[in-house]
């Protein structure tokens, strides 16, 4: 990816290599991102950006609707299950989340065309800003 917002967070986002992996390697139909979303307790967005101050959570849906509206007709992604995750049962409980969201995609490679679109990388902006931390894992559907 060459754009990057001004609170681009290295963390958050694919290396190079995830990306070339999964266009290299993967299924060939359908595949499911599991993402697991850590939110900041108040948004980070860039000194001078045009956005209201608001929560991490706040500003991940200003993302995720970004993410529907504007990609929607590139990526075909489906919002499967979305929901609030209330405490670790099995696991590391330091690691707490605060939301899961299961989005289905036709293909990989409707996925690597959202990421490449002007208009999602323009939505970054707020993924970065709502973002403590995130797990994305891909799943076969």
Known sequence: MTFRPAN????????????RALRDAGPDGPVVMLNL???REQANY????????CSGAEAYRRYQTA????????SHAV???????????????????????????????HFLAMMANAAYREALV???????????????D
Not at 8 to 19: K, L, M, W
Not at 46 to 53: E, L, N
């Open 8 to 19: 681009f967070d290295p963390s958050i986002d694919p290396t190079a290599d995830q990306v």
């Open 37 to 39: 979303l850590k939110f």
């Open 46 to 53: 860039p000194a001078g950006s045009p956005h209201a101050p």
């Open 67 to 74: 993410f529907v509206e504007s990609v929607g007709d590139v």
């Open 79 to 109: 919002v499967v299950w979305e929901g609030k995750i209330d405490r670790p049962f099995i696991g590391d409980a330091s690691q707490d989340w605060d939301k899961c969201l299961l989005v289905r995609y036709p293909s990989r490679q």
């Open 126 to 140: 707020h993924r970065y800003a709502g973002l403590e931390r995130t797990i994305l894992l891909q799943m076969q």
